[in-house]
């Protein structure tokens, strides 16, 4: 049964929720608020815990942004294919450092979205076209 949200397909148009079928990922975007002190060397403290989790093995992505609107905030998407995936990051031991070393250099807890989502991957944008 459809909840009447819109969804993107995997063939770049919209669908409704339950018309098409597919395996589901975790997807999950990040917000970092850096201290000042931090800003520029950001990049070079979360190398290793990037590099180790773009090796694992139920990783799909793990790519970080930077905001126009404030250059102390890095924003991270990443994406999991399914909920074991991302139960064996959030358990490893790259992610442990992570919980020990980051906090350091943030001026708050980072704010999260998380999601189960119905994709298996990056879809092309129905509503702009490039020939």
Known sequence: MSDGKYHTGDTGGGTLDGEREGAEMIFIVVKFETKPEWTERWPELVAPFTAATRAEEGNLWF??????????????????????AGAAHVNSDHFKAAQRDLPQALVATPNVISQTVDATGWSKLAEITVD
């Open 63 to 84: 790519e970080w942004s930077r905001s126009l609107k404030d250059p102390a905030e890095y924003v991270l998407v990443e994406a999991f294919r399914d909920g074991d």
